[in-house]
């Protein structure tokens, strides 16, 4: 997104309550009655990989191992603030990973600037997160997901994100640990 339309997308972002407005543009296909009203087979979302064994480490243990922020977003579900993470303004090319259990999760090439002040992609590294019904707010169904092998919460899809994907998964940045090509990537937590 280029500087004049980020401008005229922030005030809506500035005015709404950071919780309500998670991860929401004021783009008229992201109203709660758009398409893909809570339907995550409405959007074309890479399957999870069967293959990848589900880590099964207790709620308790994650606690131990994470910062606190970081632990209440992935096994909370809470939702950081908007354009509080270092990694909205990651350009690099690298390799997004779970920072609970250290999954590949998203490429730098399929990271764009949405505007939200929430890290955001247009697809995923394929079946390495799955997704959930999450019906928290009133007024609107809408498709979290997470984590294929820890089940660590990342975020939200959209319908309206770019081509080629036409989503938006917006990402809580302290979700994800970023690592630039080059560098080698964490070892999976078991
Ligand atoms: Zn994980």
Redesign the pocket.
């Known amino acids: 997104m280029n500087r004049a339309a980020f401008l005229r997308r922030l005030p809506a972002v500035l005015a709404a309550p950071a919780l309500l407005a998670a991860c929401r543009t004021e783009d008229p296909s992201a109203s709660p009655s758009g398409m893909g009203r809570g339907a995550a087979g409405a959007m074309a979302i890479p399957p999870p990989d069967p293959t990848i064994a589900p880590?099964a480490k207790p709620k308790s243990e994650w606690a131990r191992l994470l910062e606190r922020a970081r632990f209440d977003v992935l096994f909370n579900h809470a939702t950081e603030p908007p354009r509080s993470s270092p990694l909205n303004d990651e350009k690099r090319t690298g390799t997004f990973v779970?920072a609970?259990?250290?999954?590949p999760?998203f490429r730098s090439a399929a990271k764009f600037d949405s505007g939200t002040g929430w890290p955001s992609f247009f697809d995923p590294i394929h079946g390495h997160i799955g997704t959930t019904e999450d019906t928290s707010l009133p007024y609107e169904v809408r498709t979290e997901y997470h984590?294929v092998?820890?089940?660590?919460h990342q975020g939200h899809v959209f319908p309206d994100g770019p081509p080629p994907t036409g989503l938006r998964y917006c990402n809580n940045g302290l979700a994800l640990l970023f690592f630039a090509e080059g560098q080698a990537l964490p070892a999976l937590r078991t």
Request: charged fraction near 10%; proline fraction near 0%; hydrophobic fraction near 35%.
């Open positions: 880590l779970c609970a259990c250290h999954l999760l984590c092998r820890c089940t660590g």
